[in-house]
Nanobody, 125 residues
Framework: VQLQASGGGLVQAGGSLRLSCAVSGRTINGYLMGWFRQAPGKEREFVSS????????YYGDSVKGRFTISRDGAKNTVSLQLNNLKPEDTAVYYCAFATTYSRNTIMNPGQYDYWGQGTQVTVSS
């Protein structure tokens, strides 16, 4: 399984970006896909995830109402729309794939089996 993240860049505060994660080697339908981020000197932080055939979504408290996760089963991709970006959103964003999961560990990076290479998001003030 390989994950390829793209879409990062430099944007001013209040701006928007759209991240994409293309998955090859396994279908994403019915499984757990997540986005995490890591800023310099900080631990990897849960951002959002989408799971199951119904596409149930979860968001970290710091991004609720600003970020939206979605998936395209036909293209085997997961996207993350980032709106109203803030300087504190600056980080490397990683997509991740979990073949098994429990609802209690969705936000735990250790739950995920496969990771993309990361894409840099920089928000200037």
């Amino acid at each position: 399984v390989q994950l390829q993240a793209s879409g990062g860049g430099l944007v001013q505060a209040g701006g928007s970006l759209r991240l994409s994660c293309a998955v090859s080697g396994r279908t994403i339908n019915g499984y757990l896909m997540g986005w995490f981020r890591q800023a310099p000197g900080k631990e990897r932080e849960f951002v959002s995830s989408i799971r199951g055939l119904g596409g149930i979504t979860y968001y970290g408290d710091s991004v609720k109402g600003r970020f939206t996760i979605s998936r395209d089963g036909a293209k085997n991709t997961v996207s993350l729309q980032l709106n109203n970006l803030k300087p504190e959103d600056t980080a490397v964003y990683y997509c991740a794939f979990a073949t098994t999961y429990s609802r209690n560990t969705i936000m735990n990076p250790g739950q995920y089996d496969y990771w993309g290479q990361g894409t840099q998001v920089t928000v200037s003030s």
